[in-house]
Every structure is written in structure tokens, then in C-alpha cells.
């Protein structure tokens, strides 16, 4: 055998994404605000788009219900309205300035209005620079006398400062003493509490209260009581103060009942519109020395323009095809959802369950019930039977349901829910109720058990 480099010549078919349809897949999959930052972007980059941002709508009341078209027939239950049509209002108070404090912020106005040492308070800034988004200090004690002078004395008593700041608990450097700076605060002085905080607070989280009603020597009753009142208590004294910018959620679908029948609407009035801009188009037709760049750019912009009508029409089929798949929560406001998998929607809709999956991923509608992302009404199947088919939300539903009607003081196992989920026509596994207990954030029954 020889080794060597040779030509040759291979004919094979393979799965080629162009750019056209790699970029209808991107705009796909992006939530709105996502695709108001793309398409900004592309604006910066591209010369020939322009975007037209959307105008403020208000409340406009001489279009009445009656008088909304639409291009769907009259007998169909579902019908298809513009967003623009539709009363809306804008409160604008929520275009005024925001300002959100800071946690460190907060703190150091405090600070300022206490009369203290210039050491002191030098110190204290110090350790605010230091507190975490949770509110507790993390610096260690090792270089508390060394980071900026003053002895140990001064920096226990800048320490005492910090910890009788607001929020109560903050500047703590465990969790058991922020529990007890909170405990202190309330005022009086529970030894009993304290004690439990300080030496049980594992035992207490499992509730293992009868192991600390036999150390403490109490009755149950009582170390239930005490557990009671400390989750009362904030065991992140910082998380009051939001850090991160907040997300908003704007719906891609609005549908509502009109007239007796239901009116799906897609929310375009937020995305801005993108417009060619002129002066390049002319510049193109003029014939330039940067024609072949001119015209890549402008086919770039149609493609954008494709790609978003293209967007729109798939989020407003599969929002359709939803909606007629889940008529006891549409039309008859039910929580109940029934079983219904992507299969379904693409068969519906004619298309692929991927595409069907980014249609719906990260995109919400609007219903009468309250805003929900499209990927909320897909739910598994649980039983075979057609007639009695089961989706798993609606058995999630039922267990917290049972969950929240039973004796606090023998409550059920998953064992008996079982049982009584069989009593309704459902048949289900002790493990899949487990595992449906536990996404709903529910306790074992032995840690649900009150005394």
C-alpha cells in the first residue's frame, strides 16, 4: 500500500441551509424584543432600511365592537382582526422616568444621616462595598483591621452600624445571623427561637421537628410554631432591591370574544416597520460604482421584509390551530387544557415540528385568562383511550387540587392520590405523581404534615 495526495472527483446530496432561509429561522425564533434589537441592527448596518418606529395608539371611541372587520367568514368561530382596530389605551405615566434604587444605595443614604466618627463612617462605606446582591457582607474577618486603618474595636462597631441598617438583616455573613439580627430587631428577646436558629436550622428546613422537639426538649407543637414565625422572616434581605433590568412580556397574539365568536389579532403595532430608504434606490437606478454592493444590501432588505411576513403569518396559523385544538380554555374559560403535541399544530398547520416549536418558543398570547406563552397549552398524553384522553397539565392541576383540600394533619401520600386520580378515569404511576409534585413545588407528605 502507498501513501499519497491525489484529485478526485465525488458526487454526494447533502441538506444546505442558504443564507435566505437560515435568516427566516433566525427571525422566527426571536421573541419581540429581540427582534426590535435585530432589526435595529440591521438598520445600522444596511443603508436602504428605514425604520418607521410605531405610533402610540389610545383609546379610540368612536370605533365600535360591530364595526371590526374581518376576512374570515361569518360562520366560523375564529376570526381574524387588525390590533390597530381594537380598543386600546396607553397610560402615560409608564412613559415617565424610572429610577430604581440600589441596594448600596440605599444603604449609603443611611448612612448619611447618621452622625458618625469620619473613621466610623469611612469603615461602614467600606463594608456596604461589600455587602452582595443578598444583603449579606462578604469580606473576611482576617483583613478587616488591615484594609483601611483603625483597630478592631472600630471596625466591630462600624459592623454594629451596617447591621442596624434597613433592610432588616443586611451586612449579615450567615443565614443564621441574619435570622437573628431580624429576631433582634422585632425587639424582646426569644431565647428558644434563637436557640433553634443558631443550632437547628438544617433540622428545621427538612422538618425534622420531632428530632428538635426531643433536643429542646418541647413539644412539637411549639418548634412548629417557631417554624412558622421564621419563615416569616427574609432570608435574602437584598432581594427586595431588583439588580437586574427588568424583562417585560409583550404578547405576539391577542384574542378575545366579540360578538359571541372569538377574535385572534397579531400584535404588529409594536415591531417598527422597515421602510427602503429613497435616496439609495435612486442612487441604485443612477448606476454607481458600488452597484454590486448596493444591490446585495437591497437584497438583503427584501429578504428581511419576506422573512417577517413570513414570521407573522406561521405565529398567527399556529396561534389559530391552538386555539381550535384547546376550546374548553378559549371558548368556555377552563383551565383544563386537553392533550396537544407540536405533531399535531405542524400537521394543522403544514409545516415542520421545528418550525412549529420556534413559532411558539418565547412567544405569548393574550386570552381572557391572562397572558401564557403558545408552549404552555402542549401537553403529553396520558392514557391511550381517545374518549378519556388526559393531558399531564390537567393532572398537574387535579394533584394540586387534592394537595390543597387535604388534612393538614394526615396528609396524603402520593400513593393515595394515586388512587383517588384512579377514582376519575386517570391512571397514572406513584413516580409520575412524584415527579408532577415536585415541579409544582410541593413537599413530600411527610414534610406537608402539621401537628
Not at 469611612?122 to 482576617?142: A, H, P, S
Not at 409583550?250 to 397579531?266: A, E, F, R, S, T
Not at 402542549?378 to 392514557?383: D, I
Request: charged share 25%.
Amino acid at each position: 500500500m502507498q501513501l499519497g495526495f491525489e484529485l478526485t472527483q465525488q458526487l454526494q446530496t447533502k441538506l444546505v441551509i442558504t443564507p435566505e432561509l437560515r435568516q427566516s429561522i433566525t427571525i422566527l425564533q426571536y421573541p419581540t424584543l429581540d427582534l426590535i434589537r435585530y432589526l435595529r441592527e440591521q438598520a445600522g448596518e444596511n443603508p436602504f432600511i428605514e425604520l418607521a418606529e410605531p405610533e402610540d395608539f389610545l383609546w379610540n371611541k368612536s370605533i365600535e365592537k360591530s364595526q371590526i372587520k374581518s376576512n374570515w367568514d361569518e360562520d366560523d368561530q375564529l376570526q381574524e382582526g387588525a390590533y390597530s382596530s381594537l380598543e386600546a389605551y396607553v397610560n402615560p405615566i409608564d412613559y415617565c422616568a424610572n429610577h430604581e434604587e440600589t441596594l448600596q444605595g440605599y444603604l449609603l443614604e443611611q448612612v448619611g444621616c447618621l452622625t458618625l466618627e469620619p473613621q466610623i463612617k469611612k469603615i461602614v462605606q467600606f463594608l456596604i462595598g461589600n455587602v452582595n446582591e443578598r444583603g449579606y457582607l462578604e469580606l473576611d474577618d482576617d483583613k478587616w483591621a488591615t484594609s483601611l486603618g483603625g483597630g478592631l474595636e472600630d471596625w466591630e462597631q462600624a459592623l454594629g452600624v451596617l447591621q442596624q441598617l434597613e433592610p432588616r438583616g443586611v451586612g449579615a455573613r450567615s443565614l443564621e445571623e441574619c435570622l437573628l439580627l431580624q429576631l433582634r430587631h422585632l425587639g424582646g428577646t426569644d431565647q428558644l427561637t434563637e436557640k433553634v436558629i443558631a443550632e437547628y436550622l438544617a433540622d428545621l428546613a427538612a422538618k425534622r421537628y420531632q428530632k428538635i422537639a426531643s433536643a429542646l426538649k418541647v413539644s412539637v407543637q411549639e418548634v412548629q410554631q417557631i417554624a412558622d414565625f421564621i419563615s416569616t422572616l427574609q432570608p435574602k434581605p437584598g432581594m427586595l432591591f431588583h439588580s437586574q433590568e427588568a424583562r417585560y412580556i409583550i404578547p405576539d397574539v391577542y384574542v378575545q370574544k366579540v360578538n359571541g365568536k372569538l377574535l385572534v389579532q397579531l400584535n404588529d403595532r409594536i415591531l417598527p416597520r422597515v421602510q427602503m430608504n429613497k435616496v439609495y434606490v435612486d442612487l441604485l437606478k443612477q448606476g454607481t460604482d458600488a452597484k454590486e454592493y448596493l444591490e446585495e444590501q437591497l437584497q438583503q432588505v427584501q429578504w428581511i421584509e419576506r422573512s417577517l411576513a413570513q414570521r407573522q403569518q406561521t405565529i398567527l396559523k399556529v396561534a389559530k390551530a391552538i386555539i381550535q385544538a384547546q376550546p374548553e380554555f378559549f371558548v368556555e374559560n377552563k383551565p383544563s387544557l386537553r392533550p396537544l403535541v407540536l405533531k399535531q399544530i405542524a400537521q394543522e398547520v403544514n409545516v415542520h415540528e421545528s418550525t412549529v416549536s420556534r413559532a411558539t418558543n418565547h412567544k405569548y398570547i393574550q386570552t381572557s385568562q391572562g397572558v401564557f406563552e403558545l408552549k404552555y397549552f402542549f401537553s403529553n398524553r396520558l392514557t391511550s383511550n381517545e374518549e378519556n384522553a388526559t393531558s399531564s397539565q390537567q393532572v398537574k392541576q387535579w394533584i394540586q387540587g387534592i394537595i390543597e383540600k387535604e388534612e393538614k394533619r394526615k396528609p396524603l401520600s402520593d400513593q393515595k392520590i394515586v388512587s383517588i386520580l384512579q377514582e376519575k378515569g386517570v391512571s397514572v404511576a406513584r413516580r409520575t405523581v412524584a415527579k408532577y409534585r415536585e415541579e409544582l413545588g410541593i413537599f413530600p407528605s411527610s414534610q406537608r404534615k402539621r401537628v
